[in-house]
């Protein structure tokens, strides 16, 4: 089955700098890749997110960037606020399952 | 709000008991999800369920069972608890019968805590 790796687990910056966040998946047949942004104590909730077709979406602040070949995909933040922090996941779309990501804990300093 | 209701918010209960957790989708939601989610894990996939129908099946345990009923809510079974299973139970619900039709809108999920 569909296997998705995330990395970091946890990443820090200082608000105005980049954020990365990078995932992999396994099964070559995934055609979806979204990401939820989980608050602290609330439900997660989408952000964006890509199909296999295509390999890069933006939404102001936030892209997503998508290799087939390597079979991974990547979340960018740029100029983050400390209303970015947050638990973010990534997920990858296989048949009838959405397998999720391990989650990366993003902090933005002032 | 996503529209998703889930109960109950919270539950408290003792190793070997079964409780039932509750979701209704969004109106016209055909799809309903069940993720696990424990201390500083992920979403653990259980269960998904479209229009009355398994769909599709994570690393849900013997212990745990699902249904969708026909109004379309769905009720999560969990018995024989041990003290693993405390966590936070989400649902979500989708339009289609597939995710990659677009986006998963989850419930506030149910805390579950074993003692």
């Known amino acids: 089955g569909e296997n998705v790796e995330q990395h970091p687990s946890t990443l820090s910056v200082q608000e105005g700098d980049s954020a990365v966040i990078k995932c992999t998946y396994s099964d070559s047949a995934s055609n979806y890749f979204p990401w939820y942004k989980q608050e602290l104590g609330k439900r997660p909730q989408l952000i964006i997110d890509i199909r296999s077709n295509v390999g890069e979406k933006k939404d102001q602040r936030i892209a997503v960037t998508l290799n087939k070949t390597a079979k991974h995909f990547s979340l960018h933040i740029t100029e983050t606020q400390p209303e970015d922090s947050a638990v973010y996941f990534c997920a990858a779309h296989n048949t009838d399952k959405l397998i999720f990501g391990t989650g990366t804990r993003l902090q933005v300093f002032p | 709000d996503s529209g998703v209701t889930q109960t109950p918010k919270h539950l408290i209960t003792a190793t070997g008991q079964r409780v039932t957790l509750r979701c209704s989708p969004r109106s016209g939601d055909l799809s309903v999800y069940w993720y696990q989610q424990s201390l500083d894990q992920g979403l653990q996939f259980l269960i998904q369920?479209?229009?009355?129908?398994?769909?599709a099946k994570g690393n849900i345990l013997e212990r745990f069972s699902a249904q969708q009923f026909p109004d379309l809510h769905s009720e999560l079974n969990l018995s024989s608890l041990e003290l693993g299973d405390s966590a936070l139970y989400f649902c979500?619900?989708?339009?289609?019968?597939?995710?990659?039709?677009?986006?998963?809108?989850f419930g506030e999920g149910s805390r579950l805590t074993v003692l």
């Open positions: 979500a619900s989708s339009v289609g019968a597939e995710g990659s039709t677009g986006e998963l809108f």
């Open positions: 369920y479209y229009n009355g129908e398994e769909r």
